[in-house]
């Protein structure tokens, strides 16, 4: 009868829709505009992000902390949305280099040292653009008073920065990266842009 078909077709369409939100609750595609994190991720990139483990440890009431070295997409915490226009559903992708207790300096306003071990910083020759570098560099100087080093990286944040650091704004510039505003981790790619694009 009419009334069975539309049932069936009601509820295959709840079920299409409960489906649906359960798969952006536990992936989203993220398509990557900034070179901060060439070359493992570049621009164009189109990264599935996987949001299970962060949502599942929400969900018992934990937060979910990342290893030393995880790349993880986020959303804008405050100090960061007042310096780049986002809008709600952006998500930024960094990578974690100091946890909660770790001790962070810096030198010559880029050189990062997690206790006491400099970092090395990114040979990508896109890293090397010295219109992103001056504008980062301007960008530091017009608000130096932001993060002051050394930091201890605080409980319940990582410290993050680009791969490609010399064009990263990143924890060096807006601070420690709350775990709240951690949404996921990269799980693969939906469409990967070619080096010479």
Do not use: Q
């Amino acid at each position: 009868t009419a009334l069975s078909a539309a049932l069936t077709a009601a509820g295959a369409l709840a079920t299409l829709g409960f489906s649906a939100f359960v798969a952006a609750s536990v992936f989203s595609i993220s398509v990557v505009e900034s070179l901060s994190m060439t070359p493992a991720i570049r621009p164009g990139d189109a990264v599935i992000v996987e949001r299970l483990a962060v949502s599942a440890a929400r969900g018992l009431g934990r937060e979910w902390t990342p290893s030393r070295n995880d790349v993880v997409f986020f959303r804008p915490p405050p100090a960061l949305a007042k310096l780049a226009p986002t809008k709600p559903r952006d998500l930024f992708v960094k990578r974690v280099v100091a946890l909660p207790g770790d001790t962070v300096d810096l030198r010559d306003r880029l050189s990062v040292s997690v206790n006491g071990r400099r970092l090395l910083a990114s040979k990508a020759d896109v890293c090397r653009d010295p219109r992103a570098l001056n504008a980062l560099r301007a960008l530091r100087s017009n608000d130096p008073s932001v993060v002051h080093f050394p930091l201890v990286v605080p409980d319940h944040a990582v410290f993050v920065l680009g791969d490609c650091s010399d064009v990263s704004v990143d924890s060096r510039i807006w601070g420690p990266l709350p775990d709240e505003y951690i949404a996921g981790r990269p799980a693969g790619f939906l469409f990967r842009r070619s080096a010479g694009s």
